[in-house]
């Protein structure tokens, strides 16, 4: 069934068709027939950062920025849903067009820019949720926030979404905020890490309760540069790490009348990097650490794949744009099969 709905709203631009479904879904849940278009997925339990999750297979971050459809797409089947990338004051992001489908090559590129409403925003539709499930709440920066303060925003994303989140995913990885990839290398890691552990520390004091707390990164790495952020992660005692973001990279989809426009490659053509990045982390991690694997899965192959490579939990997002709800059920079952 999603194939025929997908085939008409492929037919429109990409965010307005991303807009239509998403008030689809909310219609659909508040009507209650969430159930017709929910995915089978059975149970299958993980323990992960101290959290139980259902099953393996989440929403990645990004489609849904505001926590604004978290009822309706909680109801799907994921495990857990990660909403965001929000940042500390509203912004509207990079002017449009700025999203395109890439069909032939499953993909999308992206440079959205954190559109987002905001934290305070975000605190009010997290606050009136019903999904009873896991929930990962993913935060950034805002663009105009200068570099050498780029901490003071990461610290207030934790402190505002500390008391509502199971977990929290810091992004340091999205290719369409200048600047805010260099935070995965050196001095910046180190010093942005420390001060992340500094917040949850004193969020855990106030609280008497621990969130862990993920780094989300960028395929777009060589190999010492996934050792670095492996021991720069245990060295600051963060609790996860989210391989992998969007990549700059344009190798595989060349050629393509849409090759060009900057911004993220997601989809498809970014499992391989995805999937060495993961395979780097966990050489150097082990079960210390846990990597949740994200970037290209299509089909319940392209998910096993990650946790035969050391991934205890996978997320999706462009492959859940092309195949829908059944994509979960798949990933699932293939993931199943590895016990
Ligand atoms: C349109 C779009 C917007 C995204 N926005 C975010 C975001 O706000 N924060 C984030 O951490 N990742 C964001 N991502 C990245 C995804 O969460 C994911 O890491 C990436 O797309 C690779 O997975 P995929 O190949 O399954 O799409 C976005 C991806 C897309 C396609």
Redesign the pocket.
């Known amino acids: 069934m999603y194939g025929v709905i997908r085939n008409l709203l492929f037919r429109l631009p990409?965010e307005a068709a991303?807009s239509i479904t998403l008030r689809s879904l909310d219609l659909a849940h508040t009507m209650r027939l969430s159930g017709v278009l929910a995915s089978k997925a059975g149970a299958l339990p993980v323990k992960v950062m101290g959290l139980e999750f259902p099953n393996p297979v989440g929403l990645?971050?990004?489609?849904d920025?505001n926590a604004d459809h978290l009822n309706a797409l909680g109801a799907l089947g994921f495990g857990f849903i990660?909403v965001?990338?929000v940042t500390p004051r509203a912004q509207p992001g990079n002017p449009k067009p700025r999203?395109f489908r890439l069909p032939e090559h499953q993909?999308?590129i992206?440079r959205?820019g954190?559109n987002?409403e905001g934290l305070a925003h975000m605190l009010t539709q997290v606050d009136r949720r019903s999904y009873p499930g896991i929930l990962g709440i993913?935060v950034?920066k805002n663009k105009d926030t200068p570099a050498e303060e780029s901490e003071q925003d990461y610290r207030k994303g934790i402190a505002a979404v500390y008391s509502r989140a199971d977990y929290i995913?810091v992004?340091v990885?999205?290719p369409n905020t200048p600047g805010l990839r260099d935070l995965q290398f050196g001095d910046s890691l180190k010093s942005l890490l420390h001060a992340i552990k500094d917040e949850q520390r004193q969020c855990q004091e106030a609280s008497g309760r621990y969130v862990p707390v993920a780094v989300?990164i960028a395929p777009d790495m060589d190999d010492e540069g996934v050792r670095f952020v492996a021991s720069a992660l245990r060295e600051a005692e963060l609790d996860g790490v989210?391989a992998?973001?969007?990549t700059i990279s344009r190798e595989a989809v060349a050629g393509h009348p849409h090759a060009n426009e900057m911004g993220?490659l997601?989809?498809?053509p970014?499992?391989e990097s995805?999937l060495r990045v993961i395979q780097g982390l966990y050489a150097e991690l082990g079960d210390d650490l846990p990597v949740i694997g994200?970037?290209?899965?299509?089909d319940g192959e392209s998910a096993a794949e990650k946790i035969r490579a050391g991934a205890k939990l996978v997320?999706?997002?462009?492959?859940?744009?092309y195949r829908g709800p059944e994509l979960i059920a798949e990933a699932v079952e293939a993931i199943r099969q590895l016990r």
């Open positions: 990409p991303h990645a971050a990004g489609l920025k990660e965001g990338t999203m993909a999308i992206n959205m954190f987002n993913n950034g995913t992004n990885s999205s989300k989210i992998t973001n969007t993220g997601s989809g498809a970014v499992r995805s994200v970037g290209g899965i299509t997320q999706l997002y462009t492959g859940f744009v």
